[in-house]
């Protein structure tokens, strides 16, 4: 379990260096709010085609060759983004890191592979603290290293190091993480040449309101991201440090939740409740945050906002994969990170146009509309299997 939180932190650390800057990186090309949030969608572009594929991918080779690979590629894909000096290698370098986007749905796989379905919920919470802690750390010194002036930010020195974050995760993940999808356990060979079969890429009923709320959830959430660093900065005038800062804050939160208490509120409350709990501190987030006009509004807004982020991935990632069989896991959380990744490609395609057409503050209260349903659909649904029904 350590190696795969170490591995994935290090990842998420990669990734998370260059959120700050993206959107100035951006304007400085000349591209404005509709654009600059559609530069940031590109990415959950990418990830929506390539998660299930490295899911199926992974449940056929096993999870440690995936995840290799898709290191190697993100790496690269930063390489890119240092010498980007058109906003047209901006945007195909955001594509390729989200086609090497892998390694996050697999090493929830990869969990799962370990634990039983009591301790499940537990384990995802650990692996998703790593996902936290990279988001927390990541951005912090991506911040850092552009420094607080947007004008004369270091964009090269900071993608670089995103990149080199990537290939420590690499050498780590080579060296030290063992196999956990068993030969034995492995869809057949002949099973590689279905991966592009529609139902490797289409939910089976089973999981479908569940990959729905995925995509309802963070669509509200991504909206709120895409747009924050430009808002931030036009209201607060925070810069890429201070943009550096609040990520800091939020995987703080997601750590504290994810590490140590998701797996007791779990066993207290369930699944269903967590998820609708969630949802619920969302929307209080952004409400808060979008009324903000100072520090002592803005900030408690985005604790709220920051816990309901937290609580809600390892708790459906959890009912997702007790739905699934042992070779069937990577597809299925293939296919709830694909929804997820195309609610992060719709929250920040309409974020720019509306901050651009309406009020600032007005992505933040669509985000609380978008949300609403999933407090609605969990409500009432139950996870069937074959060997009984979950409530």
Known sequence: ???????????????????????????????????????????????FFAAPFWGRFSDSIGRKKVIIISLFGSAMSYVLLAFADTLTLVILSRAFAGLMAGNISIAFAYVTDITDEENRSAGLGKVSAALGLGFMTGPAIGGFLAGSDVENANYVLTAMAGASLNVVALVGAIFFLKESLEPSKRKSLQGLFKIFETKTFYPKKLILPLVVCGLFFYCSM?????????????????????????????????????GGLIGPL??????????????????????????????????????????????????????????????????????YQAACAMGRILG????????????????????????????????????????GVIE
């Open 266 to 335: 779990t066993k207290l409350l369930g699944e269903k409740r967590l998820i609708q709990i969630a949802a619920l501190s969302l929307m209080t987030g952004l409400v808060l945050i979008g009324n903000s006009s100072n520090d002592f509004i803005l900030w408690p807004g985005l604790f709220f906002y920051g816990a309901g982020a937290a609580m809600f991935n390892p708790s459906l990632s959890s009912l997702v994969s007790k739905s699934a069989r042992d070779n069937e896991r990577g597809m299925y959380l293939g296919q």
């Open 1 to 47: 379990m350590f190696i795969i939180f170490l591995v994935t932190f290090i990842g998420l650390m990669g990734f998370g260096i260059i959120l700050p800057l993206l959107p100035f990186y951006a304007e400085r090309l000349g591209a404005g709010p509709e654009i600059i949030t559609l530069t940031m969608a590109v990415f959950s572009l990418g990830q």
């Open 222 to 258: 991504s909206t709120m991201e895409a747009i924050f660093p430009l808002w931030a900065n036009a209201i607060f005038n925070y810069g890429p440090s201070h943009i550096g800062g609040v990520f800091f804050m939020l995987g703080l939160v997601a750590v504290i939740i994810q």
């Open 348 to 387: 920040p395609t309409f974020s720019g146009v509306l901050y651009s057409t309406f009020q600032p503050s007005t992505p933040f209260f669509v985000g609380v509309v978008v949300a609403l349903p999933v407090i609605l659909l969990i409500a009432n649904f139950t996870l069937r299997k074959s060997e």
